[in-house]
């Protein structure tokens, strides 16, 4: 007996896959004709598998229903996701950073145009007041030294809506430009309407699912319940 | 999808499906990623049982594995467009089973385990011993029993041997689908498998000579070519 058994069991392992080389499967079978041993564990192991085989559990009788109902719901998922980015909790934490940055950049733009309105303030006495500056208030936070103007006659803004911008932004665009035609407010596409549309399509093919899924558990139910009461006089029928 | 009640109550394929039966199963993803959902329908009808048993195998509750058989599905459904004809097509579904499987069982272990007062036995604990079958030779060992001792005896397999275990003998992938399903190289496969074997041999080795255990096992065999038979 060249091989030993332990050889010998792995390679039965691989002959029962049919992955064992030739000239090893002659080895082999001149071992198992020595060795009853060997033999007996080849049948364990195939007698194995026809147990595992025969013994394949069975789904559920509602599987596929429930499949289905998933599936709807899953599509109509995906679906919202590709619509509403912003409900990715990783797009938020993106989000989140942009957002940071963005208020940042506007708070220090603010600083810097508080600083520009009011720098001159801080410098008491020193003359070098602006001669855009010349309300009374302003002339009272030059005298405070460090205090603030509370009351500035001439709007911040003001300037900006004179040298360019003609309407405030809250109104958007529907004021803009004589043309009269409608302009979509930003972020809109006929696409994403669509999109709303499909949403809408499968929430109620879904509600109908789920109708569907009850009617028939309900129906299951009924069947099994007439087949219990069934039972004792089934057997009847065969005598007429 | 669209399986109507009669369909599903009867289980007779209706006529589309029927013409899709002798199609490859890469030939029917293809179709799936047109838009026809017919050829998800007879996926579904080929897979479900394979990825079932696999699943239930793995994590033991019924309830469970049918959610994650779904899953598997579903994701086969959603990213039907990912799929590239590189790897066999039940490869590809097997992986996306397996990976679930694995989170799954993950984050199982990471639950914390409660003490109970009155304890049950854990399924790992329930001992598989013929013994109270030949206690009584005059009861049938039903299918469902013999199910039962045979899924504990399963579990009992540590989980990175019973992987390519189960990958191999219930659903039948080769060696070298199984190393793609894993990630594992084909000599750890191999080695890993024969050692599931051998575990799975000594587990259910004080079965294998019950002579009632035989007979019922014969008469599923008999029932299951009757059903193939009458299929055709």
């Known amino acids: ?240 | 999808m669209n399986l109507s009640l009669d369909e599903h109550r009867y289980g007779s394929p209706s006529p589309a499906r029927a013409d899709l039966q002798d199609v490859r199963d890469e030939e029917l993803i293809v179709l799936v990623q047109n838009g026809q959902k017919r050829a998800f329908d007879e996926i579904v009808a080929r897979y479900k049982g394979r990825l079932f048993s696999f699943i239930l195998r793995m994590v033991k509750d019924p309830s469970l594995a049918e959610e994650l058989t779904q899953e598997t599905l579903i994701r086969v459904y959603i990213h039907a467009t990912k799929y590239r004809e590189i790897a066999k097509f039940s490869t590809w579904v097997f992986t996306i089973a397996t990976n679930l499987v694995r989170n799954k069982m993950r984050q199982r272990s990471r639950r914390p385990h409660l003490i109970s007062l009155n304890p049950a036995p854990e399924d790992d604990e329930i001992p598989v011993d013929p013994a109270d079958q030949e206690a009584d030779p005059t009861r049938e060992v039903q299918r469902e029993e013999l199910a039962a001792l045979i899924n504990a005896a399963t579990a009992k397999i540590p989980e990175k041997y019973r992987i390519p275990f189960l990958l191999r003998e219930v659903d039948q992938l080769s060696y070298e689908e199984i190393q793609q399903v894993t990630g594992l190289k084909l000599g750890t496969v191999r080695s890993r498998i024969n050692r599931a074997r051998s575990r799975f041999r000594q587990l259910i080795k004080p079965m294998l000579r019950n002579e009632d255990l035989l007979e019922e096992l014969e008469k599923i065999e008999a029932r299951a070519a009757a059903e193939k038979d009458n299929e055709h």
């Open chain 1, 1 to 240: 007996m060249n091989m030993r058994c332990g050889k010998a069991q792995e390679y039965l392992s691989r002959a029962m896959d049919e992955a064992l080389p030739a000239d090893v499967a002659g080895k082999l079978e001149r071992h198992l004709d020595a060795c009853a041993e060997c033999r007996e564990y080849r049948e364990d192991l195939q007698l194995g598998r026809r147990l595992l085989a025969g013994t394949e559990p069975a789904l559920s009788e509602n599987f596929e229903w429930r499949l289905q109902l998933r599936l709807s719901q899953a599509m109509q998922q995906a679906a919202a996701d590709a619509y509403y980015p912003w409900d990715d909790p990783r797009a938020d934490r993106k989000a989140w950073f942009r957002n940071f940055g963005t208020a940042a950049s506007v708070g220090l733009a603010a600083v810097l145009a508080l600083a520009m309105f009011v720098g001159p303030a801080g410098r008491t006495g020193s003359g070098s007041v602006p001669a855009t500056v010349h309300s009374s208030a302003a002339q009272v936070a030059v005298e405070g030294g460090d205090r603030l103007p509370l009351d500035i006659t001439r709007s911040p803004g003001a300037g900006l809506i004179g040298s360019g911008l003609q309407h405030p932004v809250s109104v958007g665009n529907l004021q803009a430009g004589n043309s009269g035609a409608f302009q979509a407010p930003r972020g809109w596409s006929g696409e994403r309407i669509e999109d709303l549309l499909t949403i809408q399509q499968l929430r109620v093919e879904n509600r109908k699912l789920a109708n569907q899924l009850s009617q028939y558990e309900q129906w299951v139910n009924q069947y099994r319940a007439q087949l219990d009461r069934a039972d004792s006089n089934a057997l009847d029928l065969g005598e007429e």
